[in-house]
């Protein structure tokens, strides 16, 4: 008999995050407006798992954020019920690239972007999977 482990999809090695243009140009410039301090957001999207894509359909700023310098938070209980969020976005004033350990341990859904300073384009724009391994981005 022919067996074989299941794997979920966070476990698979590899997906593409499919970032539309007018997205990335609003994490851009929510970035740039929050300077220095940090801002957050939500991603909601869709998944196809057979294909190893996510699909991001809309940047959500959740309600009542708290931006401050190195750190943004929001409260989850003021989040409405939303089941489809595929990862989240923030900004890194300090140009850092790479996720620290606070925002792995906070990991929710797929893909986490980081927006860095300058932000000028979607160069600026790193995204990452839950182990903090670079995910290739499409912007679209
Ligand atoms: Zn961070």
Redesign the pocket.
């Known amino acids: 008999m022919f067996w074989r482990k299941k794997r979920t999809f966070e476990e698979k090695k590899k997906f593409k995050l499919v970032l539309r243009r007018e997205d990335s140009l609003f994490l851009l410039s929510q970035a740039r407006a929050l300077h220095p301090k940090?801002f957050i957001s939500l991603l909601r999207g869709k998944v196809k798992k057979d294909e190893n894509i996510v699909y991001v359909s809309e940047v959500i700023v959740p309600p009542l954020a708290t931006y401050g310098h190195g750190f943004s938070t929001y409260n989850p209980y003021l989040m409405p019920i939303i089941a489809d969020i595929v990862g989240t976005a923030?900004?890194?004033p300090s140009g850092?690239r790479l996720?620290?350990f606070?925002?792995l341990r906070n990991f929710i859904g797929y893909a986490?972007l980081?927006v860095c300073y300058p932000y000028e384009s979607s160069e600026d724009i790193y995204a990452y999977d839950s182990r903090g391994r670079n995910v290739e981005m499409e912007i679209s």
Do not use: F, K, T
């Open positions: 940090e923030h900004s890194h850092a996720p620290s606070e925002d986490l980081i």
